[in-house]
């Protein structure tokens, strides 16, 4: 175990974050981002996480029009956030050994903020600090409309994935 002490912020700005509402037996809708802006205050445990919306690369480019245009208005919502900590947590614990640990703050989407606490996988390796989690949210939970005529395409439960490689500041 290999631990660097004395630094106290890690940052990212290539953190991925990515998203699935597929229905089964309809097109896969999923999105990815790879732009993703995180900062880490290793000795207190407080995250930060900010992703532009507009960075969501969708395989169809009608997909990504409709996501921007219809469901999440990013001119009007251009940013999607979390603001929280690491519930306990000690940075002289972590090795190249994942860890589960409790996220807990507040997710800001579609200009609606909604307190969250999900799971969260962590490891450091030298001085990377590697923090993934995935977890569900309701697309009704932030005021994100599906239009009738394809609710039955668009899972209302979104499956979102983050992974942030945090590195010394």
Request: hydrophobic share 35%; net charge negative.
């Amino acid at each position: 175990m290999m631990t660097v002490f004395g630094q106290s912020k890690y940052m990212t700005k290539s953190g991925s974050m990515s998203f699935e509402a597929s229905q089964p037996t309809f097109e896969p809708i999923e999105a990815n981002h790879t732009a993703v802006s995180a900062l880490l205050n290793a000795e207190t445990g407080e995250l930060a996480v900010l992703a532009l919306v507009r960075g969501f690369r969708f395989p169809l480019a009608l997909m990504e029009e409709h996501f921007n245009e219809n469901y999440i208005e990013s001119h009007q919502y251009p940013k999607t956030s979390f603001k929280g900590s690491i519930i306990d947590f000690d940075q002289t614990t972590l090795s190249d050994q994942p860890q589960t640990v409790q996220l807990t703050g507040e997710l800001s989407m579609h200009g609606i903020t909604k307190p969250i606490t999900v799971s969260a996988s962590i490891n450091q390796t030298d001085d990377l600090i590697t923090l993934e989690s995935s977890f569900s949210v309701k697309t009704s939970d932030f005021g994100i409309e599906i239009p009738s005529l394809v609710r039955k395409q668009i899972d209302e439960n979104v499956q979102i994935q983050v992974s942030l490689p945090l590195q010394p500041k």
